[in-house]
């Protein structure tokens, strides 16, 4: 993590974690006689919601989809740590909540552009959004760095008038300034590769996809509203661009 995330609180941290992943390990209570409450832990790919609060496409067949129909808690380990020489150095966090299934238009829109090949299955009868409602989060940051961080200071600002914009930002920056997210990815992130597009855009930041590869794109300043995103991107090329003829 950067100089920043070092300086950032824990609840912050949490969050950013949680907005920057695009996969988590769920943690369930096994159902059934058979089960006899034993955890059961399962790879789901993840969005997040405008606040951060996790968004989940499951399947009524899965085995873990039985076991939150049985039991609502549910544990997601987000995992900071890759690319680390020392993992154990790097800040991951296990969020607590209770899962249950979302039908909102627009938070099943937002998982879709942060996952668009699961637009494939997404339409199938046995497949829905469910969204978590966080408790609270343990945070290991690296070493001494140990935290329990209450749900108020995990998540974002909700209800802001850029959500109802959200995907007219996303599709005006892929059609008309695709070289800004290029520059985005090459010169802020340090990425290779072309064709880096837009899947979303928060009060905080970004998020940007090239095949299987995502990254994050951080605001200099919380936004409310489609207006305050554009002069924060329009601020974040600028300086791209500035550093790349520099």
Same mark, same amino acid.
């Given at each position: 993590?950067?100089?920043?995330?070092? !300086?950032?609180?824990?609840?912050?941290?949490?969050? *950013?974690?949680?907005?920057?992943?695009?996969? +988590?390990?769920? +943690?369930?209570?096994?159902?059934?006689?058979?089960?006899?409450?034993?955890?059961?832990?399962?790879?789901?790919?993840?969005?997040?919601?405008?606040? =951060?609060?996790?968004? %989940?496409?499951?399947?009524?067949?899965?085995?873990?989809?039985?076991?939150?129909?049985?039991?609502?808690?549910?544990?997601?380990?987000?995992?900071?740590? &890759?690319?680390?020489?020392?993992?154990?150095?790097? +800040?991951?966090?296990?969020?607590?909540?209770?899962? =249950?299934?979302?039908?909102?238009?627009?938070? #099943?829109?937002?998982?879709?552009?942060?996952?668009?090949?699961?637009?494939?299955? +997404?339409?199938?009868?046995?497949?829905?959004?469910?969204?978590?409602?966080? /408790? @609270?989060?343990?945070?290991?940051?690296?070493? *001494? @760095?140990?935290?329990?961080?209450?749900?108020?200071?995990? %998540?974002?600002?909700?209800?802001?008038?850029?959500?109802?914009?959200?995907?007219?930002?996303?599709?005006?920056?892929?059609?008309?300034?695709?070289? =800004?997210?290029?520059?985005?990815?090459?010169?802020?992130?340090? %990425?290779? *590769?072309?064709?880096?597009?837009?899947?979303?855009?928060?009060?905080?930041? &970004?998020?940007? #996809?090239?095949?299987?590869?995502?990254?994050?794109?951080?605001?200099?300043?919380?936004? #409310?509203?489609? /207006?305050?995103?554009?002069?924060?991107?329009? @601020?974040?090329?600028? !300086? =791209? !661009?500035?550093?790349?003829?520099?």
């Amino acid at each position: 993590m950067d100089d920043s995330a070092d !300086r950032a609180s824990p609840g912050d941290t949490v969050r *950013g974690l949680l907005r920057a992943a695009d996969r +988590a390990t769920l +943690a369930t209570t096994l159902a059934g006689e058979d089960g006899a409450a034993w955890p059961y832990a399962s790879l789901v790919m993840m969005a997040v919601d405008h606040d =951060a609060s996790p968004l %989940l496409l499951i399947s009524t067949l899965a085995e873990h989809t039985r076991n939150l129909t049985s039991d609502p808690r549910a544990a997601l380990l987000v995992d900071g740590t &890759a690319g680390l020489d020392e993992p154990l150095t790097g +800040a991951r966090a296990t969020v607590l909540g209770r899962l =249950a299934r979302d039908d909102d238009a627009g938070r #099943r829109a937002r998982y879709l552009r942060r996952h668009p090949s699961a637009a494939v299955y +997404a339409g199938f009868g046995d497949f829905s959004v469910w969204r978590m409602t966080v /408790e @609270r989060a343990h945070l290991v940051a690296g070493f *001494g @760095r140990i935290h329990w961080v209450d749900a108020a200071a995990v %998540l974002g600002p909700s209800e802001l008038p850029l959500a109802a914009r959200e995907a007219d930002v996303v599709e005006h920056m892929n059609e008309d300034h695709a070289d =800004a997210i290029g520059l985005y990815a090459r010169v802020l992130l340090g %990425l290779d *590769g072309d064709g880096w597009v837009l899947t979303g855009c928060d009060a905080e930041g &970004a998020d940007l #996809r090239l095949g299987g590869r995502t990254a994050r794109l951080r605001f200099d300043e919380t936004v #409310r509203d489609a /207006e305050g995103a554009r002069v924060q991107l329009v @601020r974040l090329v600028k !300086r =791209a !661009r500035e550093l790349d003829a520099g």
